[in-house]
Nanobody, 126 residues
Framework: EVQLQASGGGLVQAGGSLRLSCAAF????????IGWFRQAPGKEREGVSC???????YYADSVKGRFTISRDNNKHTVYLQMNSLKPEDTAVYYC????????????????????RGQGTQVTVSS
């Protein structure tokens, strides 16, 4: 059974940084994509970033240059380093994983992943 455990959210002032972690358990190899998504109250779910098993990373335009995704396959963990945070980054962030995704879905950060972890709240105060 695949399980994802997200952590690292919190309250930070605008301009500050947070690092989210997503630990994945239950996969038999590292050939899966992990994505980070977020949803703010009253807004639709938004793809933030993802990283493939081969280490290719993709970002939403709204976070490019501020967020960095990375993975440590030895620890089965993906990290999302979030710098220069803005109030509009406030949302519940969650990670999701899927071993078989088309390139189109990966690049477009479409949230159709089968395995999803619990959310972690990120609040950025102005």
């Amino acid at each position: 059974e695949v399980q994802l455990q997200a952590s690292g959210g919190g309250l930070v002032q605008a301009g500050g940084s947070l690092r989210l972690s997503c630990a994945a358990f239950g996969f038999t190899n590292d050939d899966y994509t992990i994505g980070w998504f977020r949803q703010a109250p009253g807004k639709e779910r938004e793809g933030v970033s993802c990283i493939t098993g081969a280490g290719r990373s993709y970002y939403a335009d709204s976070v490019k240059g501020r967020f960095t995704i990375s993975r440590d396959n030895n620890k089965h963990t993906v990290y999302l380093q979030m710098n220069s945070l803005k109030p509009e980054d406030t949302a519940v962030y969650y990670c999701a994983a899927e071993p078989h995704l088309s390139q189109t879905i990966v690049v477009a950060l479409i949230p159709v992943y089968d395995h999803r972890g619990q959310g972690t709240q990120v609040t950025v105060s102005s």
